[in-house]
């Protein structure tokens, strides 16, 4: 029978019926379990070739020795990622965020919801699942994804078939839901698995089973499912890897003959090595590689690799991804497109969210595509543990590197005299100047940056309106930030876009671009649609009685933030007293404003709390600390557009 023949008449095995069920597979699983049992005590006298290396302690080594032994070449690649999660240390809220994010809108096969399963049912409960592992010390996350994912089809019974397997191996039944997703080119499936065992105690699973042995169990499944891969399809796999600009199995195999050759060279003789890729593919990888300069011939058939090429190659390929992300995100508008280095960048990156996902689902890292107002477009890395619900698709941010100096902090060094900076010198220098803004929110915005310096133990608040620093504090300053802030940061201006900023009443972004002049404002691409949506503000601040024409020039309203921001508030208030029945009580500046934390309300002017203290509400600026004392009483200083929040618990006044 011809290789044609062979790829036209192909038997495709079923998904195995209850395999589990039968006889022997009963009696293996009992062998597995008893021994893993027995395997997962560390023994507590050293042995005469050493202590039990960490690999082999836990549930899972003696079937991580003995998996994937009937698994040919032509074996179904599965890929799996794995994350071990101590939960004290990951966050009261990490478990409820990544059930929440793998069930999220959009990764099921028609773009809708993901819907989560588990061992027995369609419809898990993740709430439930959540509070059953509330006591739990750690849990599992895993990413499992089959090369050929998309002829499986049901992904759902293949992943329940797994983790029937895993059982066996690890010798105890398995608390976990699982979400399938579909919104990738290659399908996949997200599983939590709980941290304990059946017994109640704490789950150890050796690590060389999660390494491979759980890799091997999936690729033996898969296999059963479709069948081994044909020669054909192998040889088609292999021939797309030729060109790729990543590492790939080709690298792999070169990369393995020049560590066992003496020279560190790759020798391709003209004899054949069936251990090997066939010789005719590599020999076309090294050419395409000495074409990227990562590989130079040395001789007949004799080629050297660069010491760094695998690096390189992955660094290679996750470039490539970023630009296709970028593209998609793009759509039909033409950006240069560059990728935000915070330790490189000198320069913050302003503009506006037209893209975000994740870059790493596993770590739950996310990244921003930003429409730049300097016309490019550019990829964002988001801090580990930033929510993506914050940036919603239009906003208006800021990302900036974590190494540079902030001006502020060196208006703050240069204003103070002994020592000692003063808002009422700052503020009266400020209005002896030629207008440039509004004075009040300019001191207003070195109070925040000294609220939280003093927060680091950097400045030192002798009274109010004081500040005590030392003569050294940018470059201090800067050493906080980088060291906080070592993957940068991403600053949200405005949730609001440009287009709904230009006629609302509110303290918004384009207020305070009108303010400092719009500077490094492109005329292009985003940066022209900026220029335009200044022009429309301009117009809706005229009408509003809060700017006037001079000829060419507008000329806006002293305090125009405060005005726009009272009306904002004033207009959110009479809702909320609508809805309550309780009275508006507005801070006055520098007033301490006490109450119960109820809620949060988002205005074009920005996020504010509401503090009930009984006898009527208060709008107060938030702050993300505040969040964990909802339902708790609170106090806080108002300073113009800035405030101060006490974390500390103060009696209430009594009767």
């Excluded at 010390?137 to 992943?159: K, M, W």
């Excluded at 070592?486 to 305070?512: K, N, Y």
Aim: glycine residues 12%; hydrophobic residues 35%.
């Amino acid at each position: 029978m011809t290789s044609r023949d062979d790829d036209r008449f192909r038997i495709r095995p079923g998904p195995p019926k209850a395999r589990q069920s039968s006889g022997g597979q009963r009696f293996v699983n009992r062998v597995l379990r008893e021994a893993n049992k027995a395997g997962a005590k560390p023994s507590t006298k050293p042995s005469r070739v050493g202590a039990r290396s960490a690999a082999k302690l836990g549930r899972g080594h003696v079937a991580a020795r003995t998996a994937g032994r009937t698994l040919g070449p032509g074996a179904r690649r599965v890929v799996i990622k794995a994350r071990y999660v101590v939960l004290k240390q990951a966050g009261a809220h990490s478990v409820e965020t990544h059930l929440r994010y793998i069930e999220r809108e959009g990764v099921d096969r028609d773009g809708g919801k993901g819907h989560a399963y588990g061992p027995a049912t369609d419809q898990a409960d993740l709430a439930e699942f959540e509070e059953r592992g509330r006591g739990d010390r750690h849990q599992f996350r895993f990413i499992v994804s089959p090369e050929d994912a998309q002829q499986l089809e049901d992904l759902r019974g293949y992943t329940r078939h797994l983790m029937t397997r895993m059982e066996g191996d690890l010798g105890s039944s398995l608390d976990w839901v699982a979400v399938d997703h579909w919104n990738t080119d290659n399908p996949h499936t997200h599983i939590v698995l709980r941290g304990r065992d059946q017994t109640g105690h704490d789950l150890i699973i050796a690590r060389d089973y999660i390494a491979h042995g759980m890799r091997l169990r999936a690729s033996e499944l898969a296999t059963e499912w479709l069948g081994p891969r044909t020669e054909r399809e192998i040889r088609e796999g292999l021939l797309r890897e030729v060109d790729q600009e990543r590492w790939t199995s080709l690298d792999r195999d070169l990369q393995q003959r020049a560590q066992q050759s003496r020279g560190g060279v790759v020798e391709l003789a003209a004899k054949a090595d069936a251990a090997h890729q066939p010789r005719t593919l590599l020999i076309g990888r090294l050419q395409r590689l000495t074409e990227m300069g990562l590989a130079q011939p040395d001789g007949i058939n004799r080629w050297r690799l660069r010491p760094d090429i695998e690096p390189t190659l992955r660094a290679m390929g996750e470039r490539g991804d970023i630009v296709r992300t970028m593209q998609h995100a793009l759509g039909a508008q033409q950006r240069e497109m560059a990728v935000f280095t915070p330790g490189e960048v000198a320069q913050p990156v302003v503009g506006r969210v037209v893209g975000k996902g994740l870059a790493d689902e596993l770590q739950e890292r996310g990244y921003l595509v930003v429409d730049g107002i300097d016309g490019r477009a550019h990829y964002v890395a988001l801090p580990a543990g930033t929510e993506l619900e914050q940036f919603p698709a239009g906003a208006v941010v800021e990302a900036r590197g974590a190494a540079e100096g902030r001006a502020v902090d060196k208006t703050i060094t240069g204003l103070a005299e002994g020592g000692l900076y003063r808002t009422d010198h700052h503020l009266a220098l400020l209005r002896a100047q030629p207008a440039r803004g509004d004075p009040q929110e300019t001191v207003a915005a070195h109070v925040r940056r000294l609220e939280a310096l003093r927060r680091a133990g950097l400045v030192e608040r002798v009274a109010e309106g004081v500040w005590r620093v030392p003569a050294d504090l940018p470059e201090r300053a800067r050493q906080h930030d980088a060291q906080r802030l070592a993957g940068g940061s991403v600053t949200l201006h405005s949730h609001l876009p440009i287009e709904r900023q230009a006629r609302v009443i509110g303290a918004t972004w384009l207020d305070r671009q009108l303010i400092g002049g719009a500077a490094g404002v492109a005329d292009k691409g985003f940066g022209s649609e900026l220029r335009e949506a200044l022009r429309q503000r301009s117009d809706f601040l005229v009408e509003q009685g809060l700017a006037e024409r001079c000829g060419a020039r507008v000329v806006l309203a002293r305090n125009l933030l405060g005005s726009l921001r009272q009306r904002d508030l004033d207009a959110a208030a009479r809702g909320i007293a609508g809805e309550t029945g309780l009275p508006y009580r507005p801070a006055a500046d520098g007033e301490r404003v006490s109450g119960v934390y109820r809620r949060n309300v988002l205005l074009a002017s920005g996020r504010f709390a509401m503090l009930d203290d009984g006898l009527g509400f208060t709008l107060v600026p938030w702050k993300q600390v505040i969040e964990q004392r909802l339902g708790q009483r609170t106090s806080a200083i108002v300073r113009g557009g800035s405030v101060t929040w006490d974390s500390g618990r103060h009696r209430a006044l009594s009767l």
